[in-house]
């Protein structure tokens, strides 16, 4: 038996395939990761810096959100204005982290992934877009998203 | 046993190239189908369309020059292509008999370059081969894209409708995601366009230059924080021959302006 685990190893990683994704199966219930990837509270203060931010998070690429001070905001992906309305934070945690392991043909990018992936930069290599605290900083930032926070 | 391992290594190897997605994937509609120019504002059409003021014409008129300077040793390209090259950019890349591959534009000259007039093939990018690529394409101007992808071109083809539909680099996004599922829509102050390369070699506002195709795609490799290809490369051949179908019926703004 030991042959053909070997062997099976030696494909994987031919394929690439070779890293088990960083959230696991375990941390994932639903569309959410209830647990917070990191032992320090996101801060949304952060969070909004790198949602703006052109080297970091640049969400706003894709996104916008009404009252971000920022021209220019994309519509490639959904308006995030009220997201907090619609998810809770480990939904946020999901999509942003890894949101192809529930949904794989998802356009949005996996933020904090290393696993399966092709051709990737050299620079790149095994590294996430985001840390684990940058993610969370963002899904406090997103979190506060609601309707009535504007209307306090 | 050895069945055994085997059939693992079947089923493995079946998991990994799944992931690779060619059935089913969406097209863009005939109907839909348009050039990158439509999304520039009107200032910078009207920039491309003036033979005077648009920058790229520099790169044509270089091009115009060295068509009919004859080189050290062989005859000038201008001895045998007298009446010109109208309408041969637009059937690019093509399929070359006698070498059993597909050639674009820049291989075609160069391939001529070395066989015709017993010189050195040119580097890409350098400003020769950008302007003499610019100065074939652009006898195109206006002509519409048809290229052949049936026979021998066939395979190469397909190469390149899968590097266009795979997914690819740290942000894993394939060319498909963008530029036939979501162009139209807002990338910052950008708009996404349909990826057609009617329009190269380009002058590129972000470049401040002529560039060729490949640069753009390297670019869009690089966008995707995916590992780009060298100039050159076979698969970017074999997109740029996918692109080209993909714009059938879109005819040529060499040296178009981009973004």
Sequence with gaps: ?152 | MIRLAGLVSITLITACSATTEVSDVPELAAEDIVSASVFLNSETRALQEDTFANPGYLWVDRGEALFSQPPAAGPACITCHEKGLRGVAATYPAYDENIGQVLNLEGRINQCRVTQQSEPAWTFESDELLSITAYVANQSLGEPISVDVNGPARAVYEVGRDYFQTRRGQFNLSCQQCHTENWGKRLRGDTLSQGHGNGFPAYRLEWESLGSLHRRLRDCDTGVRAEPLPYGDPLYVALELYLAERSKGISIETPGIRR
């Design chain 1, 1 to 152: 038996m030991n042959r053909v685990a070997i062997l099976a190893a030696l494909i994987l990683s031919a394929c690439g395939a070779q890293d088990a994704p960083l959230i696991s199966s375990r941390m994932i219930s639903g569309d959410a990761i209830v647990e917070p990837l990191t032992k320090t509270t996101g801060d949304a203060i952060r969070g909004e810096k790198l949602f703006v931010s052109r080297e970091e998070g640049h969400c706003i690429l894709c996104h916008k959100v009404d009252g971000l001070e920022a021209e220019f905001q994309g519509d490639v992906g959904p308006d995030l204005s009220f997201v907090g309305d619609r998810f809770n934070a480990g939904q946020l945690r999901l999509r942003i982290a890894d949101y192809q392991l529930v949904r794989p043909g998802a356009l949005m990018p996996s933020y904090f992934r290393t696993h399966d992936l092709h051709q990737v930069g050299k620079a790149y290599v095994g590294e996430t877009v985001l840390t684990a605290q940058q993610v969370e900083d963002i899904v406090a930032y997103l979190a506060d998203r609601k309707t009535s926070d504007d209307d306090a």
